[in-house]
C-alpha cells in the first residue's frame, strides 16, 4: 500500500513513527487507497436528480411567467 503526504508531497510505503510521514514528521500522512474511495463518493446521485429537478422547475416557471 503506497503512502502520501499532504504537506511535503512524500510518496512512500512504509509509515513512519506513529503512522507520520518519514520525511517531515507530519501527521497528515494517508494511505492512497482510502483517498481515492472517499474521491468516489462525494458526488452522490441524489444531487444530479435534484440538480435536474431544479432546472425543470425554473424553466417551467420562466414558460408559464412568458405565457401569461
Known amino acids: 500500500m503506497a503512502y502520501y503526504c499532504y504537506d511535503c ?11 507520520h510521514c518519514p520525511a517531515c514528521d507530519s501527521p497528515n500522512f494517508r494511505a492512497e487507497k482510502a483517498d481515492k474511495q472517499e ?15 431544479l432546472w425543470a422547475y425554473l424553466i417551467g416557471h420562466i414558460a408559464w411567467k412568458l405565457n401569461n
Open 39 to 53: 474521491e468516489k463518493n462525494k458526488n452522490p446521485a441524489w444531487r444530479l436528480v435534484l440538480l435536474v429537478a
Open 9 to 19: 508531497s512524500f510518496r512512500g510505503k512504509k509509515r513512519g513513527k506513529n503512522g
